[in-house]
């Protein structure tokens, strides 16, 4: 069965970098995961178990990366970030006892309380595994959980093969590991694809993967069907292509949803308004004054934050519920023109990637306009939402073969983010590290013991130096200098276990020192770089 009008592909994209610090009680980087969970991911994943429990015909996909699920996964961060959810809990507790009930101020006061309490809730359920939920939606059929390349590393700007391949394998280990099963589909760390990458893929087992749809537009030979359609490469992964229509009614501040005068101010928190003695016991040990999470205003409109006026949480939701509806009937009039205009047997599809962290962390509201927005397709014949792996088992045998251009979902759809003037310094440094893998892994492999303990830790420092995160940061100014810590940290820790290797030197209390600092990647396949 068809639908009417087409498909649509909604496509959630959840990375954060791997951030663990054991040798400090606090530490604001960790607090990115913290919040995240607050804010996006129990959001959403409880909104998809309530559709599953009315019994909604939804299909949603999502990306899940390897440094997140571990995160997700460590005693010392879900110990920590039940700390944080006390701390956050009591500062609500605070505030509703301070704020009359019947005031604007006690209604979003109660409002966090009460959140926060739901989550408490969802958690006991899962007993703490926030990806749980995940698991029990793909197995019932509901969602498709893809995998990423290891450590979001920024595959166009590695030195080649030997490099690109570690990470593609990598990725779809820890995937198996996390979800019991191998993926059928990878999210390439910000679409980042470059030619003949297609040839590792397959090798891996990749079935498909998104990119952006210039990408799909500059391809040889030209898409006979637009961005409407996935091609299939020469190397057999198929592509679906970012629709940039959907795009911008989600991401544009200015354009979008998300710039609505009556949603969340995302840059006002109590933890700069309220005063310093009130706020200190919420904050970090080192007393700095930073965003807590409670936010009491609204955008307003293009005023100046201390004009923004209170925020009315009931508005704002059925807001949100009212834009979801709207996101479906544009999507249903943007159907019935493609399919008026292609007149094909196969539908067309249109496929909205986003990432996962702007629905409820960025955009606090968005976990109701996602859920709203299943429960307007699922009602609508010429809608229907669907997932890559479904759409390639109806349709895959009548994609056109294409070589897709170089291309990025960053800024004009290339690399400049990644290579610019504030991190271009790392790549002669990632580069060396990448070659010397490869020699270590053909003078090394195979001799077991602490050799390989050294290589398999040399492995997982480089695929966390490789990591895209550290250069975005840099050029877009958020916390710079953390990004070239880290960088410069694995950097070091590469080199040192290089030399012990090459110097027969090995320390057993070095390694196992690193290893304990970075527990993810287990079991690394190391010959994937020779």
Not at 68 to 80: I, Y
Not at 276 to 281: L, V
Not at 315 to 335: D, M, P, T, V
Request: charged share 25%; aromatic share 12%; with cysteine.
């Amino acid at each position: 069965m068809t639908p009417d009008g087409g498909y649509l592909c909604l496509m959630l994209h959840a990375h954060l970098p791997f951030v663990r610090h054991p040798e400090h009680d606090d530490f604001l980087e960790e607090d990115w995961l913290f919040e995240a969970i607050t804010e996006t991911y129990v959001p959403i994943f409880a909104s998809l178990l309530r559709l599953r429990d009315d019994k909604v015909p939804y299909r949603i996909s999502l990306s899940v990366t390897p440094p997140l699920a571990a995160m997700l996964d460590d005693a010392l961060l879900r110990f920590r970030y039940r700390r944080y959810l006390e701390k956050l809990t009591a500062l609500c507790e605070s505030e509703v006892r301070g704020n009359a009930a019947d005031t604007e101020l006690g209604r979003v006061a109660r409002h966090y309380l009460d959140r926060l309490g739901f989550i408490e809730k969802c958690l006991a359920t899962w007993r703490g595994d926030v990806l749980a939920p995940l698991r029990e939606l793909q197995n019932a059929g509901f969602v498709e959980v893809l995998t990423c390349n290891a450590t979001h590393g920024f595959l166009p700007l590695m030195s080649g093969a030997p490099a690109r391949r570690a990470q593609i394998r990598a990725g779809v280990n820890a995937y198996s590991r996390s979800f019991g099963r191998r993926p059928r589909g990878m999210w390439l760390a910000e679409c980042g694809y470059d030619h003949d990458m297609d040839q590792i893929l397959g090798q891996e087992g990749v079935d498909y993967v998104f990119m952006d749809g210039l990408g799909v537009q500059y391809g040889r030979p030209a898409p006979a069907r637009g961005v409407f359609a996935p091609i299939r490469t020469p190397a057999g992964p198929a592509v679906f292509a970012r629709d940039q229509e959907t795009g911008r009614q989600v991401w544009s501040a200015d354009e979008g949803y998300p710039g609505d005068a009556v949603y969340r101010e995302f840059y006002r928190d109590i933890g700069w308004d309220a005063g310093y003695d009130y706020i200190r016991p919420y904050l970090h040990q080192d007393g700095v004054r930073r965003g807590v999470g409670l936010k009491y205003h609204r955008v307003t409109g293009r005023v100046p934050l201390h004009e923004k006026q209170l925020y009315a949480p009931d508005i704002a939701e059925g807001k949100a519920r009212e834009h979801g509806w709207n996101f479906i009937f544009n999507r249903k009039h943007q159907l019935r023109a493609l399919r008026s205009a292609d007149r094909g047997a196969i539908p067309p599809l249109i496929v909205s990637p986003y990432d996962a962290e702007l629905f409820g962390h960025w955009w606090y509201e968005g976990p109701w306009f996602l859920e709203a927005a299943l429960r307007a397709a699922a009602a609508d014949p010429d809608v229907e939402t669907i997932t890559p792996s479904e759409y390639l088992d109806r349709h895959g045998h009548s994609l056109q073969v294409q070589r897709p251009n170089p291309s990025t979902w960053g800024v004009d759809s290339t690399n400049k983010v990644w290579l610019s003037g504030q991190n271009a310094w790392i790549y002669r440094y990632q580069h060396w590290c990448e070659r010397e893998m490869t020699a270590l892994v053909h003078r090394f492999g195979g001799r077991g013991g602490l050799h390989e303990r050294a290589l398999r830790q040399a492995g997982r420092e480089l695929l966390l130096l490789q990591s895209s995160d550290w250069a975005f940061i840099m050029t877009t100014g958020t916390t710079p200098p953390y990004a070239a810590k880290r960088f410069k940290q694995h950097f070091a820790n590469f080199r040192s276990l290089r030399d012990q290797l090459v110097n027969e030197d090995l320390r057993e209390h070095e390694v196992s020192a690193l290893e304990a600092g970075a527990p993810i990647f287990a079991n690394l396949d190391v010959a994937a770089w020779g």
